[in-house]
């Protein structure tokens, strides 16, 4: 069955601290999606990124930055000098694409507080 | 807006009454998604449409749940007789076609007395 694991339920850093946030996944599909999403405390899902499963080059995108390793079902997610405007909780999901149905996966979320 | 919209923001409802909520999806976007947020069952996916067909509704919990989607466009999710566990963030999400990001709205926070 599919399933996400996020085991870090909360991480609380210091400002300018990296931080890394651990995802794992299962899945039997060889295609599928692996993304991020920011969850503020407005409560509007906020994406992030979307990586493709053939897909396995690093990516970083400002002070973000995305570890996908196929060979141990990861794809973890790095702050580098957090802020405190980073606070929030942040979920890791992975599709799951049927025949006629779609839909995403979600990781119990991971709760970062970057105190001043 | 550019944005997916949901309406009402917040709904304070007594139990056994019914209630309905609206996502407006952003345009153009053919694939639709509802989710449900409550403490301690994360987020839940309860339906998928793709334009105005509802090829997968496995996750709506019980048959007092349904959704329709009209024009391609607007959707609404309707429970009837409403239970206090049915209390929970509703999330609507839309993505261009399956397979692409999806975008959420704010939610509406369903509150049921």
């Known amino acids: 069955a599919q399933k996400v694991t996020q085991a870090q339920t909360e991480i609380s850093v210091v400002e300018k601290e990296d931080v890394t946030l651990d995802c794992v996944y299962e899945t039997r599909d060889t295609t599928y999606y692996l993304f991020w999403y920011k969850q503020p405390p407005s409560g509007e899902l906020v994406f992030l990124i979307r990586r493709n499963s053939f897909d396995e080059q690093n990516e970083i995108s400002g002070r973000y930055s995305w570890n996908f390793q196929k060979s141990t079902s990861s794809f973890n997610f790095t702050i580098t000098a957090s802020q405190v405007v980073d606070s929030a909780v942040y979920f890791c999901a992975l599709s799951e694409a049927l025949d006629s149905s779609y839909k995403l996966i979600f990781g119990s979320g991971t709760r970062l507080l970057v105190r001043p | 807006g550019a944005g997916v919209s949901q309406s009402p923001s917040n709904k304070v409802t007594e139990k056994g009454k019914d209630v309905e909520l609206r996502c407006d999806p952003i345009s153009g976007h053919t694939a639709l998604y509802w989710y449900r947020q409550s403490l301690g069952q994360g987020l839940e996916f309860l339906i998928y449409?793709?334009?105005?067909?509802?090829?997968?509704k496995s996750g709506l919990p019980s048959d007092r749940f349904s959704a329709e989607r009209t024009g391609g466009s607007v959707s609404t999710l309707t429970i009837q007789r409403t239970q206090q566990e049915d209390s929970a963030v509703y999330l609507c999400a839309s993505s261009f076609v399956r397979d692409t990001e999806a975008f959420f709205g704010q939610g509406t926070r369903l509150t049921v007395v």
């Open positions: 449409f793709q334009g105005n067909s509802a090829p997968d």
